[in-house]
């Protein structure tokens, strides 16, 4: 991929597709990680002396404006954290958008409206391309947690225009591709979440790579009970505990399931708990690893080289079920802090956990992206990669 630096962006206006897709209450951005994220690269453009022109989605509109989903309030919030004023355009295409460009001073920020109240986005509309491209002398691909959308602004402008990758993006490339391709050993994998559905391929392509694949969540108890353990009310997709135990017969020397659980009599944080080992009784469900596991999971962790992780350990949203999710981020700030550990941590709920123990900052890399970092993993093509190929 080319980066920015091999774009000439003196004078010229630079159309940037950025991940502001922004957690949100009513009009307030409740967490600005993703915005902080795009800083470096709309700072090197403003100091480049180009104009960057940022356009995004935030959530899932109807293919038509909806003020609920309206990046005003974000351009607020940028505007705060950058030494540079910041032009809000109500119009993401169009004569106006144009206009609105076209009319801000140098030195400014222009962050356009919603991509996704045009319909043709998702489509990957040609034509809709064509109209992004006219607002851009050049382009750049900052959005990891999009590219694996084949959309109008993540893919279809990027042959409309020179192109390259923004440092945001090349960072997420990098520390991916040496974590899978030139991992240092031992290489341990971190799984967590609620459904094995969801990380199948991830599995299947991790487990011949790694050394250990440490196992979490509600999708160890699919697991569990395809190896006909007794998992009382835990959640279960029975629908794949087939796929579960070929998995594990498969990897048996790669896996590791939790040996212990944090179980309670209801999915509530005012439940009765308990810590168990083995069969889970009827009546509890289990909603964290247990300390045994949290225990085996630190010290594989902790001897390792290389670790990713995607997915928590439990509810860690209910304090009592925490308690896994939180002991392997430590594990990981304690292996980078220990002996250099190249430590990768994607999706959303594992970023969350990170961001409320404090230790964002004492991984090596922190992924944006939560489904493209596992496509990415699976080895996948982003089509939003291959357009800058």
């Known amino acids: ?130 109209q992004m491209a006219r607002l851009g002398d050049v382009f750049v691909s900052d959005a990891f947690g999009s590219v694996h959308r084949a959309h109008a602004s993540t893919a ?36 967590g979440g609620a459904k094995v559905s969801d990380k199948i391929g991830v599995i299947e392509a991790l487990a011949p790579k790694v050394d250990h694949l440490l196992i979490g969540g509600a999708m160890a108890y699919t697991f569990l009970a395809g190896l006909g353990h007794s998992v009382g009310t835990s959640l279960v997709e029975a629908d794949r505990t087939d796929d579960a135990f070929r998995l594990y017969e498969q990897f048996k020397d790669t896996l590791v399931l939790p040996s212990d659980h944090v179980v309670a009599d209801a999915f509530s944080a005012d439940a009765e708990t308990r810590v168990v080992s083995g069969e889970i009784p009827d009546g509890w469900m289990g909603l964290d690893i247990g300390p045994a596991s949290r225990e085996r999971y630190a010290e594989l962790i902790g001897t390792a080289r290389t670790v990713i992780w995607n997915g928590p350990m439990g509810v860690f949203e209910l304090a009592p079920y925490a308690g896994g999710t939180l002991a392997v981020a430590q594990a990981l700030a304690d292996a980078t802090a220990d002996h250099d550990a190249l430590t990768v941590v994607g999706g959303g709920d594992s970023v969350a956990a990170l961001n409320q123990s404090g230790l964002a900052d004492a991984v090596t890399h922190v992924s944006t992206g939560g489904g493209a970092m596992l496509e990415f993993m699976e080895g996948q093509t982003l089509p939003g990669l291959a357009a800058l190929d």
Do not use: W
């Open 156 to 191: 279809g402008v990027a042959a409309q225009l020179p192109h390259a990758a923004g440092k945001l993006l090349e960072r997420e490339v990098t520390f991916l591709t040496k974590a899978l391709d030139d991992p240092e050993r031992p290489f341990v994998a971190v799984l």
């Open 1 to 130: 991929m080319n980066t920015l630096s091999d774009l000439d962006l003196s004078g010229r206006r630079v159309l940037v597709r950025v991940d502001f897709n922004v957690p949100m209450d009513g009009d307030t951005v409740t967490d600005d990680t993703r915005i902080r994220g795009a800083l470096p690269t709309i700072q090197a453009i403003l100091d480049a002396g180009g104009t960057p022109v940022l356009m995004s989605h935030l959530g899932r509109p109807k293919g038509a404006p909806d003020p609920a989903y309206s990046l005003r309030p974000v351009a607020a919030v940028l505007d705060a954290l950058l030494d540079a004023p910041v032009v809000f355009c109500d119009e993401t295409v169009g004569d106006a958008a144009e206009a609105c460009v076209d009319g801000a001073a140098a030195g400014s920020v222009v962050l356009l409206e919603n991509t996704r109240f045009l319909p043709g986005e998702t489509a990957n509309d040609a034509d809709l391309s064509a």
